[in-house]
């Protein structure tokens, strides 16, 4: 809006302004698209998964992440054939665009998510916002990343995973079970999953099968994760 607006009252706009003016539409013109960005870091964030950040270039979309992806809204729009394996070459060219860009757009200061209180955060994991696996304190960084498990692939599981969780604050430890061995059975060796198993066996009193929970999280992920540890304290260990 506010390049349209300088436009219009007869200024010239600057370079470096964030955003282009709409004066040429109005007068007729026909112009291509600008190319477009999008974030979402939630999955990271919240999940443990891995970060996607988007470039939209005329007709192309171009999905960075753990798992590349490109396609043309053109022909494609629905999104289902993905460019990116049989046009690699095109993909670099727009993560060094995307890259480029985020780096000229970047603040000064690296920017943190510092945690919230244990009652807050509770209640969040009971809800699905927050997951026991994801960072306390966690860095955002204006650069692309390629780690965690794509976010695309997990709808499903994220969705079974925040009915796990709202079944565990409703304490019923049975269907919490079921939901979160489903999702073990998804994905093996998931941390979630196996903090939800060992807390749904702690509901249910079958201490023994908390504890063999528990010390599968600590041999397969041994930086620990918070939920891991109250869970080491309920159980006494």
Excluded: W
Aim: aromatic content about 4%.
């Amino acid at each position: 809006v506010a390049p349209t607006i300088i436009d219009l009252l007869g200024f010239e706009v600057d370079p470096g302004f964030q955003g282009r003016s709409l004066v040429p539409e109005m007068e007729g013109k026909v112009r291509p698209p600008a190319p477009q960005y999008a974030e979402t870091l939630s999955p990271r964030l919240s999940q443990g998964l891995g970060e996607l950040r988007v470039l939209f270039e005329e007709n192309l979309k171009c999905i960075l992440g753990p798992r590349p992806e490109l396609f043309d809204l053109a022909i494609d729009p629905g999104e289902l054939d993905n460019l990116a394996v049989t046009q690699p070459g095109r993909v670099e060219t727009m993560q060094r665009a995307l890259q480029e860009f985020m780096t000229s757009h970047a603040g000064t200061d690296t920017q943190q998510i510092s945690s919230v209180d244990t009652d807050t955060r509770r209640r969040l994991e009971a809800l699905g916002y927050l997951s026991g696996a994801a960072g306390q304190t966690e860095t955002i960084q204006e650069v692309l990343r390629s780690d965690g498990l794509p976010p695309q692939d997990r709808v499903g599981d994220v969705n079974l995973m925040s009915r796990a969780k709202h079944l565990l604050f409703e304490k019923n430890g049975i269907a919490a079970r079921d939901a979160a061995a489903e999702l073990l059975r998804r994905q093996p060796g998931d941390p979630m999953a196996l903090e939800m198993l060992a807390s749904a066996s702690l509901l249910l009193g079958q201490v023994d099968a908390a504890l063999a929970y528990v010390q599968q999280l600590r041999d397969l992920h041994p930086e620990g994760t918070q939920m891991s540890a109250r869970l080491m304290l309920q159980l006494g260990t």
